[in-house]
């Protein structure tokens, strides 16, 4: 009964904030300079890289066991679900909106007030400020969902609902506000992440190895068989990736020109350079080349290609792929030995893999193919040394909030699920439901 009254007060509270910014909502006539085919454009790369999340849910379901399959796919259906009405809320504001000292934006455009069918203010003056936001709401969705494969298979549903929330305000926000808002603290430093190497993969990846030191080992860890279930659903989740991806990179040029041909180019290239390295050095290492290698692998070369995107010629993201591949497979097999259970490899991946692309981004950056980027390949070595500093800034930022949140959220409710919990799978014990019902 407690529990029904709560959930009424809190749909009233909802629907009253809801009320109140809609009111304030004006879209306002669309600009005379939009152009149709670019925001036609931006909207399609919005779509792809919604596909990208329910596509990561699959990825890690593949490699959980099998009484946690659907637990894991909800962790990413469930973020996609949250950090949509948080976007439009708050999250786009204290993103993009006016700053606050270079920071954190403020609350201006709380309810996508002030946000409407004119052009955007930050992408390009031919997309609608609706279009641009909808394009960013995306990343803010996969961004925290990436997390989730460090804690798979042992935190409670009620606390990773709250992780959520919290981390895609106080963490995802600010970091995506110094570096891709034009007046974030990152941004007029000269840092260049043309598609989330430090916003989303760096992030993530230090919340991920965060939430694997604070939440422990899974029950058996080391000691107990701990196999992929169903390697058929990661090699579909690393595919639906690598095509939703192209709107990930290529879409963040924002318009349909020549940059988001570059960048669609270079993102491909990149992957497959990256899948072949990783199989090969697995290859030569362990004697036969894996289908979960190759699809790691891609999904290390897309990561590595995203900040760099943008910046790069087709023969450099060979090299940035190339050696994505070789160091994410030896980050992944050193996991093991260093004894924290990161489940699924996020840190070794995202981590390492956005760490490397941010650094490569600084060194092979080529004004050639974009004006906006100079690295060190082309007389200017100081802008290795800023994304260094762009690298440090996301590191200790997303390392200690993420600390905090978890110890919050641990002091309050508790993080991990029982051990007898555990032990029966988070399918049966958070939901009440079982991934195959094969009988």
């Not at 809320?89 to 920071?103: A, E, N, Q, R, V």
């Not at 990773?160 to 981390?167: A, E, K, R």
């Not at 991990?416 to 049966?428: A, F, I, N, Q, T």
Request: charged residues 10%.
């Amino acid at each position: 009964m407690k529990r029904i009254k709560a959930v009424s007060m809190l749909s009233v509270s909802i629907g009253t904030i809801l009320f109140a910014s809609s009111a304030a909502f004006a879209a306002g006539p669309a600009a005379s300079g939009i152009d149709s085919g670019d925001t036609a454009w931006l909207l399609l790369s919005a779509a792809l890289v919604l596909l990208m999340t329910p596509a990561l849910g699959f990825f890690y379901g593949g490699m959980v066991r099998q009484k946690n399959v659907l637990g894991t796919i909800m962790h990413s259906f469930w973020t996609l679900c949250l950090v949509s009405v948080i976007w439009v809320l708050w999250g786009y504001s204290i993103s993009f909106g006016p700053s606050i000292h270079g920071l954190i934006g403020d609350l201006s455009w709380f309810g996508l007030n002030g946000v409407g069918l004119g052009s955007s203010p930050l992408g390009s003056p031919k997309v609608p400020h609706l279009a641009f936001m909808a394009f960013q709401c995306m990343f803010a969705v996969i961004t925290p969902a990436l997390i989730t494969g460090a804690f798979a298979e042992r935190m409670k549903f009620s606390a990773f609902t709250i992780f959520i929330v919290l981390w895609s305000t106080f963490v995802y926000a600010p970091v995506a506000h110094w570096v891709w808002n034009p007046h974030g603290w990152l941004s007029t430093l000269g840092a260049l992440d043309f598609a989330g190497g430090t916003v989303v993969h760096l992030n993530a990846g230090v919340a991920a190895l965060v939430a694997a030191l604070v939440m422990g080992k899974r029950k058996g860890y080391l000691e107990t068989p701990m196999m992929p279930h169903n390697i058929g659903y990661t090699v579909l989740g690393a595919s639906l990736l690598w095509f939703g991806w192209f709107g990930f990179n290529a879409g963040s040029a924002i318009t349909s020109g020549g940059l988001a041909a570059l960048a669609f180019v270079t993102t491909n290239t990149a992957t497959a350079a990256a899948a072949l390295a990783w199989a090969f050095t697995e290859w030569a290492h362990k004697g036969r080349a894996t289908v979960l290698g190759a699809a790691s692998g891609a999904v290390a070369g897309l990561v590595a290609v995203t900040p760099t995107a943008g910046f790069v010629t087709p023969m450099a993201a060979i090299a940035v792929g190339g050696i994505a591949g070789f160091i994410c497979y030896i980050a992944v097999n050193l996991r093991p030995k260093l004894g924290y259970d990161d489940s699924l490899d996020v840190v070794g991946v995202h981590g390492l893999g956005g760490f490397w692309g941010a650094i490569a981004t600084g060194i092979f950056a080529s004004p050639l193919v974009n004006p906006a980027g100079r690295g060190l390949l082309y007389g200017n070595p100081h802008q290795v040394i800023i994304q260094f500093e762009a690298c440090g800034a996301t590191i200790i930022w997303s390392g200690f909030a993420t600390y905090v949140i978890l110890k919050v959220i641990d002091a309050i409710i508790g993080l991990r699920v029982s051990e007898k919990d555990e032990e029966m799978g988070l399918d049966l014990s958070q939901h009440e439901e079982s991934g195959y019902n094969l009988s």
